[in-house]
């Protein structure tokens, strides 16, 4: 719905290099604006390098199939949509739509893949920030959430789709990472691997263990320090939404990149979200709508969209956490937090 904030969690390098093996394989790709890193600890080169040609592989083709601004499949798609007319695209595409809107669903439209058109309004198709400048006027603003576009205007038959909405204009940013890191931990598993870690730019998918003990994240507070660290053990994804890394500023005021669907301004009252769930493309959806779901609503929003583990940080770096997170979080020494139970589905 968005361009993904760069994520507030860091990869620990916690072992120091004597105790790394020789067969701690690991290559880095760039792709989404984002450095991904694959780490294959207990694998050999040849088996390694094979995966990372197929990833390199991969990564390529999502990068110009699911690109928002520049030459891609998605921008084809997009001008096809704005014109009413009905075309074919590719499998992921057809994928992602679909999971989107399932997505959009589930969190009652706080994840958004079709503000396309607002997110350019707002100047955010870029990989450059901060954009310095004002924001765009308020009637403009109104006028294209007023059409309230919504990936759940797109009509998909088969191979085809289409839609009626001419505002519509997908951007896969709060979920194309999610699913990206999906993508790479199915072909590693694929090839016999029970062990790695996807990290893209802090957002990371689990497989197995390190070595025999707990994949560690690190999570930063807003401001910068040390809010606490994640363990994971097992087929897990860990993703961050933040609001203060990619943002525009005037001279009177900062606003974050990622936006309200429903008013189309920037959200401000959480300034990061932190999800663990069992897939990247869930994960990835769910920081950015419990980031728009504010401070009140969150944990129900968490809830709807089968989220059980996360936790978000305020403004002022007063983090709330669910006690399905517990599990998985420590928070740093003299750390104010507040441990709330999330909402079963049912209720």
Not at 91 to 120: C, H, M, T, V
Request: aromatic share 8%; charged share 20%; with cysteine.
């Amino acid at each position: 719905m968005v361009n993904r904030a760069f994520p507030l969690l860091l990869a620990l390098v916690l072992a120091a290099s004597a105790c790394v093996r020789n067969d701690d394989q690991r290559a880095e790709f760039f792709v989404f604006g984002t450095l991904l890193e694959v780490q294959l600890p207990g694998t050999d080169a040849d088996t390694a390098n094979e995966i990372f040609a197929l990833l390199q592989f991969e990564f390529q083709r999502m990068h110009g199939e699911w690109h928002a601004w520049e030459m891609s499949e998605l921008v084809r798609l997009n001008s096809a949509l704005q014109s009413g007319e009905t075309t074919l695209t590719t499998p992921d595409i057809l994928y992602l739509i679909q999971r989107s809107q399932e997505l959009e669903q589930s969190s009652k439209g706080r994840f958004n893949p079709a503000i396309g058109k607002l997110i350019a309004l707002w100047g955010f198709h870029t990989s450059e920030f901060p954009i310095m400048g004002p924001p765009p006027d308020s009637r403009e603003i109104e006028a294209l959430t007023d059409r309230s576009p919504s990936s759940l205007d797109i009509v998909v038959a088969g191979e085809n789709v289409r839609s009626e909405n001419p505002y519509v204009q997908l951007d896969f940013g709060g979920v194309a990472k999610g699913y990206a890191v999906d993508l790479a931990i199915r072909i590693i598993r694929q090839s016999g691997i029970d062990s790695a870690i996807v990290n893209a730019g802090g957002d990371m998918r689990t497989l197995g263990d390190n070595a025999g003990k707990p994949w560690k994240v690190g999570v930063q507070e807003p401001a910068g320090g040390f809010a606490g660290g994640i363990e994971v053990n097992g087929d897990y994804a860990v993703f961050t939404s933040g609001n203060y890394t990619r943002f525009r500023q005037d001279a009177e005021q900062r606003y974050p990149h990622i936006l309200d669907p429903q008013t189309g301004w920037p959200v401000n009252s959480v300034a990061s979200a932190t999800v663990i769930a069992n897939d990247g493309t869930t994960a990835d959806a769910a920081a950015t709508a419990i980031m728009v779901a504010g401070l009140k609503d969150w944990p129900e929003v968490a809830s709807a969209m089968g989220i059980l583990a996360a936790m978000v940080i305020d403004e002022s770096g007063e983090i709330y956490a669910t006690q399905a997170m517990m599990d998985f979080f420590t928070p740093g020494s003299d750390r104010s937090m507040t441990v709330l139970p999330v909402p079963s589905k049912a209720d």
